[in-house]
């Protein structure tokens, strides 16, 4: 929740616009605190279902998807591999999609 919280705000005080999934639909979150609490999604449990979801937002303008994740061993392969995954599917979909990465220690 801390790390949404902080995302939150920062787009909200920005020019920029910050997308992404919630557990419910948004019309049944009443508080920024059920908001922190219901964002995100678990990337190595959910690879298909968020490529479905990237895949239907925003369909009227150009979309760059970021990947700025890292876990420890094992696990960062297998991050990666979802996350490569996903950008394959929304590059190969939607022609507009430009990808960006920050590099890993």
Known sequence: EGVWKTLIE???ASC????FPLS????????DEE?????????????????NW?????????????NYTYLDGALHV???????SIMERLCSE???TSIAFLCTP
């Open 10 to 12: 920062k787009a909200r």
């Open 16 to 19: 920029g616009t910050l997308t």
């Open 24 to 31: 419910k639909p948004q019309s049944e979150i009443s508080s």
């Open 35 to 51: 908001l922190f609490k219901c964002a995100g999604s678990n990337l190595l449990a959910k690879t298909p279902e968020i490529a």
């Open 54 to 66: 990237i895949c239907s937002v925003h369909t009227d303008r150009p979309l760059t998807i970021g």
């Open 78 to 84: 297998q991050l990666s591999l979802a996350c490569d």
């Open 94 to 96: 939607r022609k507009d």
